[in-house]
């Protein structure tokens, strides 16, 4: 199947500086989670800058369900309705005196009439949990309601591809938790989710594939329960397994729980294989004292 994004053999430098793309390639599997994973500095904002025609490569291409990329303001207007950036920082793109005109301003450039326009941002707004703000000064927000803003804003033009540069950036435990949701439900309806993080948990949590950055280029890309659970090949990249996985593999060591499998996701899959009967740890079944 052809991937509906992908760039081949990218290179790109910022004006006297060492290359920020040095020959990067990835593809993006249409409805997939596909997570960026890479230190800071690793060419994550900048390879997203380039998969939506904001930055055009030194060398290399980008395609488009297989097609060759446009860079005409026609074809970057097609492209952009097709693939969304929402930046890091969403003081970077909110700029509306309310919420609702900032949501609006994606599908009004894409020349949609006022009724659809008007349909889309509700939709928007609800999707996001934010309906409720629809009058709001955007400036007013706190960090998770603009990073839900400047998404709507996004969802709103109904894109095909979803880019997040650091979506979790900023905002507390609680916050990051119901974006991740959000995120979650959003990939549920078919979008496909493309996000870049040096968070390994929010990686482990939320895509299906992963690619680790290092230097500007792709280490290695692949289904996250493999890449996530590699010591060597996230040491390689930089970074190292989350507490979850290692938790996982020391039990898995200790016959605690199975060995094999899939990587659990998060805290309550992990507990899940400690304990397969499904019976709580409240005194009336209680797990064995080395599980416990």
């Known amino acids: 199947m052809t991937p509906i994004l992908s760039a081949h053999q990218l290179v790109f430098a910022y004006a006297g ?119 709001r000064s955007p400036h007013l927000l706190s960090g998770g309601q603009k990073k839900r803003v400047a998404i709507a804003g996004a969802v709103a033009m109904e894109p095909e591809v979803l880019l997040l540069d650091e979506p979790t950036a900023g905002l507390d435990r609680e916050g990051a938790d119901q974006l991740i949701a959000v995120l979650q439900q959003l990939g549920q309806r078919g979008m496909t989710l493309v996000f870049s993080t040096h968070d390994i948990e929010l990686a482990q949590s939320l895509a299906d594939d992963v690619a680790l950055f290092r230097d500007g280029s792709v280490l290695a890309q692949g289904r996250a ?44 899959a992990l507990l899940a294989l400690l304990n397969p009967s499904g019976t709580s740890n409240d005194g009336s079944n209680p797990l064995p004292a080395a599980q416990a």
């Open 17 to 135: 500086e060492s290359p920020a793309l040095n020959d990067l390639s990835l593809t993006i599997s249409s409805g997939r989670k596909l997570a960026i994973l890479g230190p800071n500095g690793a060419g994550k904002s900048t390879l997203f800058l380039h998969l939506n025609g904001s930055l055009r490569p030194q060398r290399g291409t980008v395609l488009l369900a297989g097609q060759t990329a446009d860079y005409s303001r026609r074809g970057l207007n097609h492209w952009r309705s097709r693939v969304a950036l929402v930046l890091q920082d969403p003081d970077d793109q909110i700029f509306a005196t309310s919420v609702a005109e900032d949501v609006s301003f994606g599908p009004l450039n894409q020349g949609l009439s006022p009724a659809t326009v008007g349909s889309r941002v509700e939709n928007a707004l609800k999707a996001m949990g934010i309906a409720d703000l629809a009058m």
């Open 225 to 268: 329960e493999v890449m996530l659970s590699d010591p060597d090949l996230l040491a390689r990249a930089g970074l190292r397994p989350s507490v979850l996985v290692e938790v996982w593999r020391a039990a898995q060591a200790r016959g605690l729980c199975p060995t094999g499998g899939e990587m659990p996701r998060n805290a309550d």
